[in-house]
């Protein structure tokens, strides 16, 4: 290389053309044909020849001579049809030199300038080959192929982001577009966005899309989906996430429909006794269309007789079907203000499996005789029929508390068991229940439910007392169950039932999470030796599986081996985490927009302890937890009782911010 020699360079993906003014050592300064000088490497030449320009005609003319150089360059490109050259020399696999390849490309007589067009063609198509300076690659048929796939999709993505944009600016205008088919990649790349943020595969391309249409990926997203249609006002985004589905698989209500059509004696076989003279009464919420368990109370002078039936779910849903494998795959019922899912389609859910009045129904019942000190004799576990008489509510039994016979006797029975409980150490939490409900036009009611009113108490400590009784029944028959098991709590805050609504919120954060195991366990909570749950098999997996158990016993079915339950509980653990989720986070949303229009109100607050640079408190009204800015100058202790202003609230970003006063 000599000064006034022609070279080219590559600069932000374009090869300029230029001529050299000066070398020291491996340093070049140029002059280009954008008329402007350069310091570079002599390595970062794309291509250098022997044509040389008189730098003495002047800078203007020498500028004029490159763009006239590179122009003629340029137009060479025209004669080279890089395709047909990978066809005849994929197979090869070998690197060809620049001059072979300026031969092939130009047969007669090639020269600088061919070279050029050579290098330049090759740097502008690299599809077919690997282009390194001065030599050339063919990539394989497969490396071909997949680098076509890679600009269809670059090119696909390109359009979706430039297509996107101006669809999202127009809705923005109040334009709003319709939804059309062509459009369902775009919606559904800005839903994946929303949704999973930078876990969705369409992340970027999403974020593209919106900073182009001038909306922030942070803010904006979910408020364009509601006015584009795709989400509701109060969309429920968690059933998005954890990918819950409020409707079932036509070939599932379709086997649900098989069944309920189906008609069977239920004492055929002779295992069943008949049940259907007792006078049993089911306890629910007023709007409970799924009962699984009911109650029938014996009083036979020196002793009483508890049934606590259970409806045999395992008779129609046989293990391993259809049904079977979807109610698994949902592992229960989820229960949220504004809607239920059920665990298994309505028609068995609220028909065929449901405890309704005066329907025949299979069941497990545990009968349980007690002294009339209400001290647990003996019990059995019998499969049975069973018809129920009374459907009541818990309003309709705390109404009769203190004058119906029956249900006095059975409130006795459960005082009387939970006692025994907490003298085994059973860890007893009273709080009440915040109940959201949600009616159609998105009205909102919030009102507390005592938890130790005599109805709910009642049939809280019955179903624990069946629940145990049927763990210790499995126990005794050596079968694998999924136990339910609690080690003992970090530090107990209070005896008995005698803490004040601070300690039982606190001491709710030092109670020890649960196990699931085939094997029997203690449950500290409870006081209890072993436990299972079995009473809901309607809404919960476990339950159904464990009542799956029970039945192996009276030969209705092969039982599960330890394995097996242990199979169990590993797959359902995954979706009874995402309906725990589900259920508190469409409870706090709902809770929240209830409190968005009180903004102002003052609310009585306790204080829970406190923070780095704020407390947290509880506001029990509401049973929730948020911070309090600290105050100049004002120090709060813990349990201290306060009133705060509700500040800011938002629903959909779960916030809420209080200030003192």
């Known amino acids: ?10 600069d932000r993906q374009k090869i300029i053309c230029a001529v050299i003014l000066e070398i020291k050592q491996q340093r070049l300064r140029l002059l280009t044909e954008n008329n402007r000088e350069v310091n570079l ?9 022997e044509v040389h320009l008189d730098l003495s005609m002047g800078r203007d003319k020498v500028v004029s001579t490159l763009r006239e150089i590179a122009r003629k360059r340029k137009k060479l490109i025209d004669d080279i049809n890089i395709k047909e050259l990978w066809e005849v020399l994929n197979t090869e696999q070998e690197w060809i030199d620049l001059g072979t390849m300026t031969e092939f490309c130009f047969p007669e007589n090639p020269d600088y300038d061919n070279e050029s067009a050579v290098v330049r063609a090759f740097f502008a198509n690299r599809l077919y080959f690997k282009f390194n300076h001065d030599r050339f690659f063919p990539h394989t048929e497969s490396q071909v192929e997949s680098k076509i796939a890679l600009e269809k999709e670059i090119a696909r993505r390109d359009r979706l982001i430039d297509e996107g944009s101006d669809w999202l600016t127009e809705a923005l205008k109040g334009n709003t577009p319709n939804l059309s088919e062509n459009r369902l990649d775009i919606i559904n790349i800005l839903k994946s966005f929303y949704l999973f943020q930078t876990e969705s595969e369409h992340y970027e391309i999403g974020k593209k899309i919106l900073t182009k249409a001038g909306i922030n990926p942070e803010e904006g997203v979910f408020k364009i989906l509601v006015k584009l249609g795709v989400f509701a006002e109060n969309e429920n985004t968690d059933l998005l996430q954890f990918g819950m589905s409020s409707s079932f698989p036509e070939e ?27 006078p049993l009464m089911t306890i629910d919420g007023q709007l409970t269309l799924d009962y699984d368990d009911a109650i029938s109370i014996e009083d036979f002078g020196d002793y009483f007789r508890l049934g606590v039936h259970i409806v ?26 504004d809607q239920k899912i059920p665990m298994l389609p309505p028609f ?27 001290d647990i004799i003996d019990y059995k576990i019998i499969p049975s029929v069973i018809k129920v008489a009374h459907q009541l509510t818990y309003y309709d039994v705390n109404m009769t508390a203190d004058d119906n016979k029956d249900i006095i006797i059975l409130r006795n029975i459960a005082e009387q068991f939970r006692q025994d409980r907490m003298a085994a150490g059973a860890v007893q939490i009273t709080l009440p229940d915040i109940n959201v409900w949600v009616n159609g036009d998105s009205d ?19 179903m624990i007392m069946a629940n145990w009784l049927m763990a210790k029944f499995l126990i005794e028959n050596d079968l694998p169950a999924i136990y339910r098991s609690q080690t003992a709590p970090r530090e107990r805050l209070y005896r008995r039932n005698e803490g004040t609504l601070f300690q039982n919120w606190m001491q709710r954060r030092l109670i020890s999470r649960f196990a699931l195991s085939s094997e029997p366990e203690p449950h500290s909570g409870l006081g209890l030796n072993a436990y299972v749950t079995a009473t809901s098999p309607i809404r919960k997996y476990f339950d159904l599986a464990t009542q799956r158990q029970i039945r192996a016993v009276f030969g209705f079915e092969a039982p599960a081996s330890a394995k097996e339950m242990d199979y169990i509980i590993q797959l359902v653990e995954q979706p ?3 309906v725990t989720k589900i259920q508190y986070n469409r409870h706090k949303y709902w809770l929240l927009r209830y409190l968005e229009k009180r903004i102002g109100q003052k609310e009585e607050a306790v204080v829970l302890y406190k923070k780095r640079n704020n407390y947290q408190i509880l506001i029990p009204e509401y049973l929730l937890e948020c911070d309090l800015s600290l105050s ?30």
Not at 321 to 328: F, G, N, P, W
Not at 450 to 457: A, L, Q, T, V, Y
């Open 1 to 10: 290389m000599k000064i006034g020699h022609v070279v080219e360079y590559i």
């Open 41 to 49: 490497s002599a390595s970062r030449l794309s291509h250098k020849c």
């Open 252 to 278: 599932v209500i379709k086997h649900s429909k098989e069944l309920t059509g189906s008609h069977q004696d239920l004492l055929a076989d002779g295992k069943r006794k008949d049940f259907t003279m007792l």
């Open 312 to 337: 045999d779910v395992g008779h129609f849903i046989k293990k391993g079907d259809i049904l079977d494998l979807e109610a698994m795959a949902r592992g229960s019922s989820i229960y949220m203000p």
């Open 348 to 374: 068995l859910a609220e028909g065929l499996c449901s405890l309704k009045a005066g329907e025949l129904r299979p069941a497990i019942s545990i009968m349980i005789n007690l002294r009339r000190s209400y």
């Open 444 to 462: 909102i009611t919030v009102n507390r439910i005592n938890r130790e009113s005599p109805g709910r108490m009642l049939v809280s400590e019955i």
């Open 576 to 578: 009874m985490s995402c």
């Open 632 to 661: 100049g100058g004002i120090d709060l202790k813990p349990e201290d009782l306060i009133q705060v202003t509700l500040q800011h609230v938002n629903a959909r970003k779960d916030v809420i911010s209080v200030f003192l006063g």
